[in-house]
């Protein structure tokens, strides 16, 4: 007996396009004015392109952008039965995360495969992330009844009409605006395509010129409205202002309400979330003004009612929705994609009540609860005393504390209102941290992103948050304050002087800090110098690229890219928001936080994916010549060396110590770190060889440069002594000299040319020199492994260290990499040992790295002061005699 095959369920207002004939479907500014295709022309696009797609269902991953070809693309694959995975551009986790069988992005259709990897679900149409930002590892899986039901609904809801034409505000991977575009498309309407934000002046010469009617928006895209003066302008044929996404204040719901009915034009308050497809509820334009709190009544074919809480107030319940529009379920990985429909009525999080009216209400987030020293806040009930009281603010669940964020240039009397907080709510006052912050950071939707304000405040801490001026950032693109972390307010020199002296002071442990010091002559090595840069950039902005041997007053005078702040101008305004989206960091800090990554990603048996530790190599030579090479005498050379391989060496030793107290398969010649000079072939006895060739490497290379002349010749020729060490090491490399019989890539000798390599890299400072170096990676890097792929990676790896100085990430991947990064001697301590207990597995591979992280911090009191021991002794070892080549060469 066989199982019978489901017939696919398509999107039916996508097959439905040539049935409006010649009426206009899309609108676009053009190079020469505006653009326009019908509905006819459209429906043929996506037959060609469905077409293309194929016959047979197949996972499509679009990154959509508001133009016509992904407009195209996305009807094809709704109208073709081909589930589609929504993201923006640029977005490569989903693709790794998700292996769809097509990538999309504009006309282009790379084909991964002839068909299908997956089991695709027949009534799985469409899958979105549950926030409207995009690389979430969870998605919404959205059914094409779903899609169909949720259009209709909304049109009914606002009284959408074939002659309406409405402009794409929001990003189309976000649900509010996905569903602008297809319950205008499903009637036959029109729609403008555009990314141009409400504050520029080409977007409303664009939406009066295709004839806009309808306006969707969230709070933020109202107060970007307010700001470039909305309500003096004239546009004739507006009819209609939606809002969603979000909480707007009751005053301006009203307010928005007044303007409406003065200049003609309905505002209509909507209530939704990803998992119901889109919408919700509406609140009728004309209950607005009387009922501002109110997210009004269920759409068509919905219903609401109220799950009962504990410890809620009377009449106030969990917000719980039934309906055709309500998801099928999540998917967290591929083999959900499978699954049918697993979700009936929907538990929104929210808490609500119903009105004496029989409209709802929402009253707060279910979540939205914060237990400080045992006692049980209600977070939004919080944030409304504060506005009541005249403090607009945030207020986040910060543990342990209470974390305020107060908005506004100046933030008033900021100890007060801990003050009052803690007297309030009955919590100490140590457990309030309150900020003021200028700007608040948002999702690509415009919401505000708590947990990225969270983040900003528990950075600061007490005080004002240094952001720049009020800026104005289009919506679906994030603002000014997403990038608050990198960016500051430049006016007080002095104030900027004793802040980056307080911070060396407190990272390096160095309270006797002066403005005359620097990174370097503080002794600070690569494992602070992770920490320090992101730190730094918190407070300075973009640094440069020799920041760490600047002097504390110098390094604080420095403009950086924030003094361009002020510039007038809405394209101003958006090229400088989208810049703050990412934050720029060193190649070599990135390299080192994604290379212990994959070491131990790989060791878990995730990933196959090696030669991140040879990699690493390099970048600890490069970090040799960068930090330990920089200072001014050859007694502060050789002290900040003799730090830095304690640092490492006295960690290891310890926790080989116990290794081999506890394991047989370990001997004595692991903790000395000497495995390659009298240990045996026996595979743990190996696991820790990058360590050991580490100190090897960094313990000979200081002595040789102990000699006076050879100090003095590493001055003068900064890039010819590492360059001739990198051509000497390679005797060992290609076994001129043999070393051993076993491990042999993983012998001090044999890898020190990749030790040098890096070093060199840090010292080549013209063009010539670098293609000098990539020349020499090219040919000595085949054949060092057996395997074409490690040498693969180990190639990319060291030509990304040599030509690539920093790395634009996302600001929120930064709170990630920095601890990874800073710990990563940890984390290659500890990973076998770990795994080797909670499995070898993705989940070993997270338990063993936060296990190193926690190592690293608990050890630092301990490590630190033997290092500064070790190294004032080895100062006081050398002559304190300046010589003629001690000056510092940069």
């Given at each position: 007996m066989t199982t019978p095959v489901l017939p696919r369920r398509r999107v039916a207002l996508a097959g439905r396009l040539r049935s409006f004939g010649d009426a206009v479907a899309l609108r676009w500014a053009g190079p020469s004015g505006m653009q326009a295709m019908s509905y006819a022309v459209l429906a043929g696009r996506v037959d060609e392109r469905a077409s293309a797609l194929g016959p047979d269902p197949r996972l499509v991953l679009l990154e959509a952008s508001n133009d016509v070809e992904s407009v195209v693309t996305l009807l094809s694959a709704l109208a073709g039965g081909h589930p589609v995975i929504l993201t923006?551009?640029?977005?490569?986790?989903?693709?790794?995360?998700?292996?769809p069988d097509v990538v999309a992005r504009g006309p282009l259709l790379e084909a991964r495969r002839p068909g299908s990897a997956h089991d695709l679900h027949p009534d799985l149409a469409l899958l979105l992330s549950t926030s409207g930002s995009t690389g979430s590892p969870k998605l919404v899986r959205l059914s094409a009844a779903n899609i169909d039901c949720n259009a209709a609904q909304i049109v009914d809801a606002l009284g959408l009409r074939d002659d309406d034409v409405a402009a794409t505000t929001l990003p189309l991977q976000y649900c509010y605006g996905l569903s602008v575009l297809l319950s205008h498309l499903s009637i036959g309407a029109g729609v403008l395509l555009t990314d141009l934000s409400v504050v520029d002046a080409c977007f409303w010469e664009a939406f009066g010129e295709a004839g806009g009617s309808t306006l969707a928006g969230v709070p933020y895209t109202f107060d970007l409205l307010d700001?470039?003066?909305?309500?003096?302008?004239?546009?004739?044929?507006?009819?209609?202002?939606?809002?969603?996404?979000?909480?707007m204040d009751p005053a301006a719901v009203r307010r928005w309400a007044a303007l409406g009915a003065e200049r003609g034009f309905d505002l209509l308050v909507m209530y939704g979330q990803t998992e119901a497809t889109a919408r919700m509820a509406t609140l009728p334009a004309h209950l607005a003004a009387e009922n501002p709190s109110s997210i009004g009544v269920a759409v068509r074919g919905g219903r609401f009612s109220l799950a009962p809480v504990e410890g809620a107030a009377v009449g106030v319940g969990e917000l719980v929705y039934e309906g055709g529009n309500v998801m099928m379920g999540y998917a967290t990985t591929p083999g959900d994609l499978a699954?049918?429909?697993?979700?009936?009525?929907?538990?929104?999080?929210?808490?609500?009540?119903?009105?004496a009216d029989g409209l709802v209400e929402i009253v707060g987030r279910r979540s939205r609860f914060a237990k400080v020293c045992g006692l049980r806040i209600d977070l939004d009930r919080v944030e409304s005393d504060l506005g009541e009281g005249g403090w607009p603010a945030y207020v986040m669940d910060g543990g342990d504390r209470l974390l305020v964020a107060v908005v506004g240039p100046e933030g008033g009397d900021l100890a007060a209102l801990r003050r009052e907080v803690s007297e309030r709510y009955a919590v100490p006052r140590a457990a309030v941290v309150v900020t003021a912050v200028d700007e608040v950071p948002r999702t690509p939707s415009g919401k505000v992103d708590r947990p990225g304000l969270?983040?900003?405040?528990?950075?600061?801490?007490?005080?004002?948050?240094?952001?720049?001026?009020?800026?104005?950032?289009?919506?679906?693109?994030?603002?000014?304050?997403?990038?608050l972390l990198g960016v500051s307010h430049r006016g007080n020199r002095s104030g900027d002087e004793e802040e980056v002296r307080a911070l060396y002071a407190e990272l390096l442990d160095r309270p006797d800090a002066t403005l005359d010091d620097s990174f370097v002559t503080l002794r600070g090595d690569s494992l602070s110098y992770v920490e320090a840069s992101v730190r730094l950039e918190g407070l300075l902005g973009a640094l440069p690229e020799s920041w760490h041997v600047l002097p504390v007053r110098e390094l604080a005078r420095t403009e950086t890219p924030a003094s361009g702040l002020a510039e007038d101008g809405a394209a101003q305004s958006s090229r400088v928001a989208r810049w703050l989206r990412w934050r720029s960091l060193e190649t070599s800090v990135v390299l080192r936080a994604v290379a212990i990554a994959v070491i131990v990603l790989t060791h878990a048996g995730v990933l196959d994916v090696r030669g991140g530790a040879h990699v690493l190599l390099a970048v600890a030579g490069f970090a040799f010549a960068r930090f330990q090479l920089s200072g001014g005498r050859r007694s502060e050379r050789l002290a900040h060396v003799a730090e830095s391989v304690t640092r490492i060496a006295l960690p290891s030793a310890v926790w080989l110590g116990v290794l081999t107290l506890v394991d047989e398969r370990y001997s004595w010649w692991n903790p000395v770190l000497l495995t390659s000079v009298g240990g045996s072939n026996v595979h743990p006895q190996w696991r820790y060889w990058f360590v050991e060739a580490v100190v090897h490497i960094l313990v000979g290379v200081t002595v040789l440069l102990a000699v006076p002349a050879l100090d003095r010749l590493e001055r003068t020729r900064p890039f010819v002594v590492p360059m001739a060490v990198a051509v000497v090491a390679l005797v060992f490399r290609y076994g001129l000299v043999p070393v051993g019989d076993h491990h042999v890539n993983g012998r001090p000798?044999?890898?020190?040319?990749?030790?040098?390599?890096?070093?060199?890299?840090?010292?080549?400072?013209?063009?010539?020199?670098?293609?000098?170096?990539?020349?020499y990676v090219l040919t000595v890097v085949p054949g060092f492994f057996g395997d074409l792929e490690r040498n693969a990676v180990l190639g990319a790896g060291l030509l990304v260290l040599l030509w690539v100085r920093s790395v634009r990430v996302p600001a929120f991947v930064v709170p990630v990499l920095l601890p990874v990064a800073s710990a990563s001697l940890f984390i290659y301590l500890v990973q076998w040992e770990v795994m080797g207990r909670v499995g070898y597995s993705l989940l070993g591979a997270a338990v063993a790295t936060l296990t190193g992280w926690i190592a690293w911090r608990g050890s630092s009191p301990i490590v630190e002061p033997v290092a500064r021991w070790v190294g004032a002794r080895m100062a006081a070892l050398v002559p304190s005699r300046a010589h003629a080549g001690d000056r510092v060469l940069s």
């Open positions: 923006a551009p640029g977005e490569g986790g989903l693709v790794d995360a998700w292996d700001a470039v003066g909305f309500a003096s302008m004239s546009v004739p044929r507006l009819r209609l202002l939606t809002q969603a996404g979000g909480r699954r049918g429909a697993e979700v009936g009525p929907l538990h929104t999080g929210d808490l609500a009540r119903f009105t969270a983040t900003l405040v528990d950075a600061f801490g007490e005080g004002t948050c240094p952001t720049p001026a009020r800026l104005i950032a289009p919506v679906g693109h994030v603002s000014p304050a997403e990038g000798a044999v890898v020190l040319w990749l030790f040098a390599l890096g070093w060199a890299m840090a010292r080549a400072e013209v063009r010539w020199q670098r293609w000098l170096l990539t020349a």
